[in-house]
């Protein structure tokens, strides 16, 4: 008799063990709203996204998936504890990752002789990216309330980066981009310069002409385009010309050469005498 008493006791609390293990993980639903229009935007313009919309909600080992509903919505259901990365693949639209931790809080007391109690899922949302450490959570996403209410479970809303772009515009021509040009700008400048000069000097005085033409011909550069009245080519030395020492050499060797000539003639002059 005590045997078939232990035997049962035995018994009754395998199956209490088996039901609690047989009894399914807390549960729990996430809604995804997808804005209608640009925020702030005034002129009516709507976001129009293809049926082939959808969102994923991935973990280790785990992928959950759910299509773009008639409200402008994506509804995760049976979402267990872990920590989600949110994904919304759009072929028109990008959209900023979420991502989504859901954990259980305690919700009362336990009871006697119940294991395990009733436990709640908590959900919260970061905005994150591509590459990011994932413990270093950005900014926590804001819940929403849908219009329609609806047994959704948590809503956040999801935030449009921009519309993708495929192709790429033709350019289209115009005069002003040429003129714009600085190999164009500096050729139209050079060429007013080169049909402007020779006017300037017939309209210049003529003792500024006379002027301008003495410093021409004093100028050695002349030497190197072929020009005359300068010193020639191989002698001129261009390290003098640009430190201005050149003119130095040559007023030091007139007044040494008239110098010389005087002391010559003084010399001439003592000897006649």
Not at 83 to 107: N, Q
Not at 187 to 205: A, H, Q, T
């Amino acid at each position: 008799m005590q045997l078939l008493t232990i035997t049962l006791a035995f018994l009754g609390s395998a199956s209490t063990a088996l039901a609690a293990l047989a009894q399914p993980p807390p549960q729990t639903s996430i809604t995804i709203s997808l804005p209608s229009a640009p925020p702030g935007d005034v002129s009516g313009k709507l976001f129009v996204f293809p049926p082939s919309t959808h969102g994923t909600l991935s973990t280790f080992g785990q992928t959950k998936s759910a299509p773009l509903s008639v409200a402008n919505t994506l509804v995760f259901r049976n979402v267990t504890q872990g920590s989600y990365l949110l994904d919304i693949h759009c072929a028109t639209h990008a959209f900023a990752p979420l991502r989504v931790d859901v954990a259980p809080i305690p919700d009362g007391m336990l009871e006697e002789g119940d294991g395990h109690g009733k436990v709640k899922l908590e959900v919260k949302a970061w905005e994150t990216y591509r590459g990011n450490d994932w413990d270093n959570k950005g900014e926590e996403a804001p819940r929403q309330t849908l219009r329609n209410g609806g047994n959704g479970g948590v809503v956040f809303g999801a935030k449009v980066l921009g519309e993708k772009g495929y192709f790429m515009e033709r350019s289209k021509f115009s005069v002003l981009s040429i003129l714009r040009n600085p190999m164009i700008l500096l050729g139209l400048v050079s060429m007013v310069i080169f049909l402007g000069m020779p006017k300037l000097v017939e309209n210049m005085d003529p003792e500024m002409r006379a002027e301008w033409e003495e410093n021409q011909k004093k100028n050695p550069m002349n030497a190197l385009m072929g020009g005359g009245g300068a010193p020639a080519a191989s002698n001129f030395d261009m390290a003098a010309f640009l430190a201005g020492t050149s003119a130095k050499k040559e007023e030091s060797s007139g007044d040494a050469a008239a110098s010389t000539g005087g002391g010559a003639n003084q010399g001439g002059k003592k000897r006649r005498g």
